[in-house]
């Protein structure tokens, strides 16, 4: 029994030293960071800390695989990030659309990119039958995909490619839910210059597969989701 305890505490310890050693490498990452980016420009964080101007908002997948700069290679500075659970673009969520208003009306940014990925975790539970909690709900919105395009998916017999497949509708459905609200059709209304586009990656290779649905005004939506400007009150 002694011998089980103290087994069981020098598991404990090592457990707390591979924690600590993983806390400890963030923050002599982030030196080195620092380090690198003073090497090839003495002035790089004098010159982010006078302001951003991005022409990209990314809305992708939380997922660890799939972060927007280093996919697309892409400095501090250059992509304005906004990432959640599979990727998912609704028109209740807050935190997406002050990111979207705040990237199109402010920043000017010039593509909104949703960009999903092969083997998303999120895309794959909501796939299943099973209940994982809190996150049903989220992927209650997938599962609305998955039911838009039942007649698709339900023929397709390896859940491998199935899965595949239900990423890529996923990501066209956020382009355009995207595209239904009033920040993407007023902005289009004032300007010719903003784009909105679907991607994939790949993890498996690290490629982006563009899905050629990028949208610049809204002939692809039903009549139904093209709003009418504004008219102001007399
Ligand atoms: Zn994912």
């Avoid at 020098?10 to 982030?30: D, F, I, P, R």
């Avoid at 250059?78 to 028109?91: K, L, M, S, T």
């Avoid at 491998?160 to 355009?176: C, K, M, S």
């Avoid at 498996?204 to 990028?214: A, E, F």
């Amino acid at each position: 029994m002694a011998r089980d305890n103290n087994s069981a505490a020098t598991t404990a310890q090592n457990t707390n030293e591979v924690q600590k050693n993983t806390y400890e490498q963030l923050l002599s990452g982030n030196r080195l960071f620092v380090e690198q980016e003073l090497e090839k420009d003495p002035d790089f964080f004098k010159k982010l800390a006078s302001g951003q101007s991005p022409q990209v908002l990314w809305i992708g997948c939380s997922d660890s695989r799939v972060p927007a700069n280093q996919v697309t290679n892409t400095k501090p500075g250059e992509v304005f990030v906004h990432r959640n659970i599979a990727n998912v673009c609704v028109h209740s969520d807050m935190n997406m659309l002050s990111v979207l208003d705040y990237s199109v009306n402010v920043l000017k940014v010039k593509h909104v990119i949703v960009a999903g990925h092969y083997g998303c975790g999120g895309v794959a539970a909501a796939m299943s039958r099973k209940q994982f909690g809190l996150i049903d709900n989220w992927l209650r919105h997938i599962k609305d995909v998955y039911r838009l395009h039942s007649h698709e998916l339900d023929l397709i017999t390896d859940p491998a490619v199935r899965a595949d497949r239900l990423v890529e509708l996923n990501v066209i459905e956020q382009v355009f839910n995207l595209c239904k609200t009033t920040i993407i059709q007023n902005a289009w209304k004032e300007r010719t210059d903003l784009e909105v586009h679907g991607w994939v990656v790949d993890i498996r290779t690290g490629l982006v597969k563009d899905l050629k649905v990028s949208c610049s005004n809204t002939d692809n939506l039903s009549k139904v989701f093209a709003l009418d400007a504004v008219t102001p009150a007399s």
